[in-house]
């Protein structure tokens, strides 16, 4: 019986498709949402693979054996860069059309593994099986092949003159890894083994080497931005936006592979900070010099956009804090009714936001809010006992004019709640037996789907939820009154672990005495 043929070279294959294989799943790991991620870990399976299937075909026992396991060698070499190629596409934009990129690839290594287009030799123990291709699919290869690695290159050296600083350093390591260890190291020994056989195989320490250079590009940190030397009165408030920037540069998605660097621009240009951030000598530099009244009011504003955007920002609030506070008292020193003004169209704009993320909490001492903010405050549950909801409902739609997200579970048909209480903005759920495909709907049975969607609005709502609840009777009727104390305490416990606010509204004629105590001791605070 034949046997595999384990010689020192073959080793190569082993460690590298190892070393290739677990950088790509680290740098997935790292980003699994992100397309430039999702192109670079198919680059890196791709060639992990290749190196793997090399190592087969080369230390197989049989000829025939050996065949089969290069066909599809050769398919993972003729992908693997076209994966290169369409992560630094997804760098500009990421549009799903750009896939398209790869199909020429895809069909030479459909070529080479249904037609088998070379020829398995014996180079020798001391190196195993190697191949001589058929000279129309070498012509093929190159055909294809060299108008990938051309535009490769054309696109890296393009985002290489577009980027600056570390991110500048990470792309010129990347982009030289390619051309010394596959465009030149590569090919040139491919070239090699198809003139002689015996020619050692370097392609597994190459491709581990080309690999190895993104590594290093990896472990570089994004550089802070900077700023001239300050005058007062402006001197805390760009120390503040430098501190925030730079937290939020940190916290991008994609910063190992200096995708944050491109994304960070596109934040940056959104927040209105294209004029006060200057790149010098690859360097960014807040200028405060550059900074205008407009500026100043506008800023917070459009950073408080993004970050209603995209959850990974919360991590950025603490920081944006003293940018928003700092932006306020900037304005007071000149104005303060402007300041004032300001401040109420914030509110207006970005109040449930602000709210739930502590920040208003943060200002200071005799700032005027809306006086709704001080009568739902996060994390407090409140009682209205009324035969009608109107109260509650009064409530609601003065925060609702604030950007805050609103959530009503009502016995009464939602239009008809919209036309009674002027809630248009908040989302209603009609607690009802009915069948209807106009509305949300819950059976009064179903507990476990009510506090579901609770806890789903209140979790995933980066602004702050109040919940309004006019149908406790329906529950305890459909159900009991200890359950309905249980769904109280619920959904008080929610509100108080997540930052909402719960209200209640309930005619106490519809409870007995003992029911409405109980229903009160429940309750932090009891409106009338």
Request: with cysteine.
């Amino acid at each position: 019986m034949a046997h595999w043929h384990f010689f020192p070279w073959s080793v190569q294959y082993l460690i590298g498709g190892v070393i290739v294989l677990s950088i790509s799943v680290y740098l997935l790991r790292k980003n699994p949402k992100s397309w430039v991620y999702q192109a670079l870990f198919l680059f890196g399976l791709s060639i992990a693979l290749w190196i793997f299937l090399a190592f087969f075909h080369r230390t197989a026992p049989t000829a025939i054996l050996s065949k089969q396991f290069f066909r599809f060698d050769l398919f993972f070499v003729s992908t693997a860069h076209s994966f290169l190629l369409l992560m630094l596409l997804f760098y500009f934009k990421q549009k799903r059309i750009y896939v398209a990129i790869i199909a020429p690839a895809f069909f030479v290594g459909l070529i080479a593994i249904l037609l088998a287009p070379f020829e398995i030799v014996w180079s020798g123990p001391a190196l195993g099986w190697a191949y001589k291709s058929e000279p129309y699919f070498t012509a093929l290869c190159y055909g294809v092949g060299i108008p990938y690695l051309i535009l490769i290159l054309v696109f890296g050296y393009i985002l290489l003159k577009k980027s600056y600083g570390i991110a500048r350093r990470k792309f010129i390591i990347i982009l030289s890894g390619f051309v010394i260890f596959y465009f030149l190291g590569v090919t040139i020994t491919n070239m090699m083994l198809q003139q002689s056989p015996i020619f050692p195989p370097f392609g597994g320490i190459l491709a581990t080497l080309e690999f190895g250079s993104i590594a290093y590009a990896v472990s570089l940190p994004l550089e802070k931005i900077t700023a001239p030397k300050l005058s007062k009165p402006l001197e805390q408030l760009v120390e503040s936006h430098i501190r925030f920037l730079n937290t939020f540069q940190d916290k991008i998605p994609g910063k190992e592979l200096g995708e944050s660097s491109f994304r960070f621009e596109e934040y940056c240009e959104a927040m209105g900070l294209r004029d006060v951030l200057v790149l010098e000598s690859r360097k960014l530099t807040f200028e405060p010099d550059r900074l205008t009244d407009e500026n100043i009011s506008e800023m917070p504003d459009n950073i408080l956009r993004i970050m209603k955007e995209h959850n990974w920002t919360i991590e950025t609030v603490n920081d944006f804090t003293p940018v928003f506070v700092g932006t306020y008292e900037t304005l007071r020193l000149k104005s303060k009714d402007r300041a004032d003004g300001w401040l109420r169209q914030m509110l207006q704009r970005h109040g449930g936001f602000l709210d739930k993320q502590g920040i208003l909490a943060s200002m200071p001492s005799g700032t005027k809010l809306p006086a709704i903010f001080r009568e739902l405050q996060s994390g407090k549950a409140y009682l209205f006992k009324e035969e009608k909801p109107s109260q509650a409902y009064e409530k609601l739609k003065k925060a609702l004019e604030y950007e805050v997200e609103g959530l009503c579970f009502t016995k009464l048909e939602p239009q008809k709640v919209r036309a009674m209480y002027g809630v248009e903005k908040a989302s209603l759920v009609w607690l009802t037996f009915k069948r209807t495909n106009t509305e949300r709907i819950v059976t009064p049975k179903n507990l476990g789907r009510l506090s579901s969607m609770i806890s789903t609005e209140i979790i995933e709502n980066s602004s702050k939820t109040v919940v309004l609840l006019d149908c406790l009777d329906q529950i305890m009727f459909a159900n009991s009154f200890e359950k309905a104390k249980c769904l109280l305490k619920e959904m008080k416990g929610l509100c108080q672990e997540n930052d909402g606010t719960l209200m209640f509204s309930i005619d106490p004629e519809m409870f007995e005495k003992e029911q409405l105590a109980a229903i009160e001791n429940e309750m932090q605070e009891v409106g009338v």
